[in-house]
Nanobody
């Protein structure tokens, strides 16, 4: 059974930082591109960041503007999202996801496995 479990969410003031982690089990993570998405009530799930198998190449949503960094450790089946300079607009539930597709995949529908999400709240 494939499981993705996120952690590291919480509450922080604007300008602060959080580091989200996602542990993958039940599948060899090095066979999958990994991504982070976020969602707020009433809105569609939004692509945040993605990383290919080796971890060498990462890509981000336009709104990130250099504030976030995605990384992965295949030996630990772990993918992380370091978020700096957080803004109230970053408040959302953040989801980890895995896809076996190729390319810079940003579409929700192309990700096969999902975590349960972790809440991030940024206050002004």
């Amino acid at each position: 059974q494939v499981q993705l479990v996120e952690s590291g969410g919480g509450s922080v003031q604007a300008g602060g930082s959080l580091r989200l982690s996602c542990v993958v089990s039940g599948v060899a993570m090095n066979n999958y591109r990994m991504g982070w998405f976020r969602q707020t009530p009433g809105k569609e799930r939004e692509f945040v960041a993605g990383v290919e198998w080796s971890g060498r190449y990462a890509y981000y949503g336009d709104f990130v503007k250099g504030r976030f960094t995605i990384s992965r450790d295949n030996a630990k089946n772990l993918v992380a999202l370091q978020m700096n300079s957080l803004e109230p607009e970053d408040t959302a539930v953040y989801y980890c996801a895995a896809t076996s597709g190729f390319g810079y995949i940003k579409s929700v529908s192309e990700y096969k496995y999902w975590g349960q999400g972790t809440q991030v709240t940024v206050s002004s």
